[in-house]
């Protein structure tokens, strides 16, 4: 069974902070995706990364960054933490860029 | 882009009723998932039906790409079937899935 996994269900931090958000997939997969989901907005993708080091803008890549460096892991950056940043992050991994993704549990983040 | 339209939007059920769930498409979709987000956030996948029908268990899903739609068919429901169902899909010449803006269900005991 593909894991995705993320480092915090819930996580609180205050405006202006560096927030790290880490997700980790055991399948060998070659796509990684961040999304986030806000009510009345669905699901939304921030950035994508098919392959190390390398990435693409989603559809709301600002305020973000990514970061690959290995293949497992795949990293969402919030530089200056802004209260409107406050969602729900979900990350996801797939084997081809198009094919069947796979969630982790998710990141309940609060900026204060 | 496509849009993703899906209904309905909410459903109440008592436990042991049958729903149809639906997805449509504004444009061909070649690649097609289903998802149970549980009460926890998390996206469960429950298919990956690009065309044609498959089924697991009680749950089965139907997709007609070129009439742009999806159905997903739930079985004798119970209450740990509540929660919101999403279909996501791509279109030819992109990997950026589109996500319905989901149906939620209740299931009463």
């Known amino acids: 069974d593909v894991k995705v996994t993320q480092s915090s269900r819930y996580l609180v931090k205050r405006t202006g902070e560096k927030v790290f958000l880490e997700c980790v997939q055991d399948?060998?997969?070659?796509?990684m995706f961040w999304y986030r989901q806000d009510p009345g907005l669905g699901l939304r993708l921030i950035y994508f990364s098919y392959d190390v080091k390398m990435k693409e803008k989603g559809d709301i890549p600002e305020g973000y960054s990514v970061s690959r460096e290995k293949k497992e892991r795949f990293s969402l950056i919030l530089e200056s933490a802004s209260t409107n940043q406050t969602s729900m992050y979900l990350c996801?991994?797939?084997?081809?860029?198009?094919?069947?993704?796979?969630f982790g549990p998710g990141t309940r983040l609060t900026v204060l | 882009g496509i849009q993703v339209e899906q209904s309905p939007p909410d459903l109440i059920l008592q436990e042991g009723a049958n729903s149809t769930l639906r997805c449509n498409f504004s444009?061909?979709?070649?690649?097609l998932q289903w998802f149970h987000q549980n009460p926890w956030g998390q996206l469960i996948n429950l298919f990956y039906?690009?065309?044609g029908t498959k089924q697991n268990g009680r749950l089965s899903a139907t997709t007609v790409a070129t009439e742009r739609y999806s159905l997903l068919y739930i079985s004798s429901s119970q209450t740990t079937d509540s929660g919101v169902y999403f279909c996501a899909g791509t279109t030819s010449g992109t990997y950026k899935y589109i996500f319905g803006t989901g149906t939620r269900l209740k299931v009463l005991a």
């Open positions: 399948m060998d997969h070659e796509n």
């Open positions: 996801a991994s797939s084997l081809n860029r198009a094919g069947e993704q796979f």
């Open positions: 444009d061909s979709v070649n690649n």
């Open positions: 039906i690009p065309s």
